[in-house]
């Protein structure tokens, strides 16, 4: 491979740890603001960090080299695991974890989303380092967006190109403003979590509940202020409010700032849209009923909880507010199907996503057909546009290797010793980014922390497999990616 690939991407990832070093100040003033001593842990580590980068980008600055699918590749990699490698310092050196595969672990749940934690007693833990697990959470959402909406797209591997602006085809140009695009989507990101922390404020959270709670809310990411995560709040306003919100933000982005910014109701129509919402629907008032009729709950009480939960399972958000593994076995077998599926491309939401189930529905119907009438032409469609075969074969591979890699990951998670349900819950749950999974262990009323290190650090790596869509991740093991 060309050096100066290397030398760009060092570059490129140097000007993001500067960016971090700052980040990390924000902390450091809440916890001044409330007289903790842990401020000193984030100054420290935003001098480091700040000096590191300082220096690495100052001798690896050059000329950027022209954007290819390599530089691509490489790119996304290194942003993702040096924003990992340095969210985990603060975590590390604040004395909450036991050691460093703890603090990776929290970290990559955090820039990926995921929302699985190793740390107890969030109740009586530091300010400062409540707000710095929200903030890698929302500064994640925002890297994931960004990727699924102008880099994957490109790289062929994930993302969603699919309706026009301007009468500019996306699948050529992908927006014919892009600078005005981009204002709109930062715009917009930043006015949902406004909304949102306003919201949970007036629904009964408290001001730091509810700026902490809207990060993680809006960047589909789960991490929150108290052990008992929305349990702990009681309240069935706050639970509809937190529903919406984590169901608008599983939608496409470049849909809503079309729908926002221009008023166009069609762009709502998108398939993926259609699919989400259905099975949101489905799970949740099929697990409502059997709640009530099994268990005897209320039926508007079974209704909060269950759309609730469901919508923070597919949206891989990964909040609770009751432990809905007791609720029966139905509704464990619906909550780890649900686990695999997750939200809309181009959201800040994980798993499969439902625009890949249109897509192979698309291909197994005129599969069908075509046993029927064999010398018929059909073309797999996607909504009004014809999906290219390329396009499908990347799909079938996303499949076959999602499946490959929880299956793999479940045989190591029992070679370190764990349980069926324990295994093959928490690899779905790490390579989707929903948080929690079903089972003693990792479900929604338990912690990570009592893995041991290598299963953390397995955990660790699907987590960032499955936010960078599986085959970014995996086209670097091929030789030929390294060859000149």
């Known amino acids: 491979m060309n050096a ?25 003033m809440v916890d001044l603001y409330y007289g903790h001593s842990d401020w000193q842990i984030f100054a420290l580590c935003s001098f480091m960090v700040g ?18 699918k390599r530089l691509g590749f490489l790119l996304v990699n290194l942003l993702w695991t040096v924003f990992s490698v340095v969210g985990a310092l603060p975590i590390l050196f604040s004395g909450q974890v036991t050691g460093f595969a703890q603090a990776l672990f929290e970290s ?21 380092l409540l707000v710095w697990r929200s903030l890698l959470q929302w500064l994640g959402g925002i890297g994931i967006v960004a990727l699924g909406l102008f880099v994957l797209p490109f790289l062929r591997v994930g993302g969603m190109s699919f309706f026009k602006m301007e009468s500019s085809d996306i699948a050529d140009k992908p927006f014919a403003r ?14 949902i979590t406004l909304l949102c922390t306003i919201a949970y404020d007036f629904a009964g959270m408290s001001h730091f509940d509810a700026i902490n709670h809207a990060l993680t809310t809006v960047a589909t990411g ?37 729908f926002i910014v221009r008023g166009r109701l069609d762009a709502l129509r998108d398939p993926q849209i259609g699919v989400f919402i259905a099975y949101l629907g489905v799970f949740s008032v099929a697990t409502a009923v059997y709640n009530h009729l099994m268990n005897g709950v209320e039926f508007a009480s079974a209704l909060t909880h269950s759309f609730f939960n469901f919508s923070s399972v597919l949206s891989t958000t990964g909040f609770a507010s009751q432990d809905y593994t007791l609720w029966g076995p139905f509704v464990v ?41 064999p010398n018929a032409v059909y073309s797999v469609r996607y909504g009004s546009q014809t999906v290219d075969a390329d396009t499908q074969r990347t799909v079938f591979l996303f499949f076959s290797a999602y499946l490959f890699l ?11 010793g764990y349980d069926l349900l324990t295994s093959t819950s928490s690899v779905i749950t790490a ?3 929903v948080g929690p999974g079903v089972g003693e262990i990792v479900g929604p009323a338990g912690n990570f922390s009592t893995l041991n290190e290598p299963a953390l650090y397995v955990l660790s790596l699907l987590m960032l497999l499955g936010r960078l869509e599986v085959l970014t991740v995996l086209v670097l093991l091929m030789p030929m990616f390294w060859r000149t």
């Open 178 to 191: 892009l600078a005005s695009f981009t204002r709109a989507f930062f715009a917009i990101y930043l006015g």
């Open 108 to 128: 990559v749940s955090a820039v990926t989303t995921t929302g699985s934690t190793v740390m107890a007693g969030l109740d009586h833990m530091p300010p400062g």
């Open 333 to 373: 077998m619906a909550a780890f199907f649900a686990t695999f599926m997750g939200g809309c491309s181009g959201s800040t939401a994980g798993g499969i996503k439902s625009h890949r189930f249109v897509i192979l529905a698309n291909i197994v119907m005129i599969g069908l057909r075509k046993l029927i009438y």
């Open 4 to 28: 100066s690939l290397f030398r760009f991407s060092i570059y490129i990832a140097a000007i993001c740890g500067l960016y971090l070093a700052t980040a990390m100040l924000i902390p450091a």
């Open 51 to 68: 000096g590191l980068s300082l220096m690495t980008a100052m001798a690896t600055r050059c000329p950027p080299p022209v954007f290819t």
């Open 431 to 433: 390579l989707s980014n």
């Open 406 to 416: 929880w299956v793999v990951g479940s045989l190591a998670m029992s070679a370190f």
């Open 222 to 258: 789960g991490f929150s202020t108290h052990d008992a995560s929305f349990a702990y709040f009681r309240s069935g306003l706050l639970l509809w409010v937190s529903t919406f919100f984590m169901t608008v933000c599983s939608l496409p982005f470049s849909i809503l700032i079309v």
